[in-house]
């Protein structure tokens, strides 16, 4: 199983910022996936999750309304649509997986708000 992040970066107060998970190494269709973030000196936290056939999404309550979870199956991709970002985002941000007894996770890809 193999997770990789991308399209973090410095953005400003109030812009937009798409990350992409791309997946490998088992049925992607098959399975829910999520994005996490740890912020500096916190915990990892759960942002947004998506289930596999039926794309129910679920959001932490910090970011409900400004970032949407999506998938792609064909493309082996899930995706996070992070709008009206706040300083309070900046983040390693990190896509999971859980099959079997096991949580799988990417590198992680760091988003910055800044001005």
């Known amino acids: 199983v193999q997770l990789v992040e991308s399209g973090g970066g410095l953005v400003q107060p109030g812009g937009s910022l798409r990350l992409s998970c791309a997946a490998s190494?088992?049925?992607?269709?098959?399975?829910?996936m999520s994005w996490y973030r740890q912020r500096p000196g916190q915990e990892r936290e759960l942002v947004a999750e998506?289930?596999?056939?039926?794309?129910?999404?679920n959001y932490a309550d910090n970011i409900k309304g400004r970032f949407t979870i999506s998938r792609a199956n064909a493309k082996n991709t899930v995706y996070l649509q992070m709008n009206s970002l706040k300083p309070e985002d900046t983040a390693v941000y990190y896509c999971?997986?859980?099959?079997?007894?096991?949580?799988?996770w990417g590198q992680g890809t760091q988003v910055t708000v800044s001005s």
């Open positions: 999971n997986t859980f099959i079997g007894r096991y949580n799988y």
């Open positions: 190494g088992f049925t992607f269709s098959r399975y829910a």
């Open positions: 998506i289930t596999s056939a039926a794309g129910i999404t």
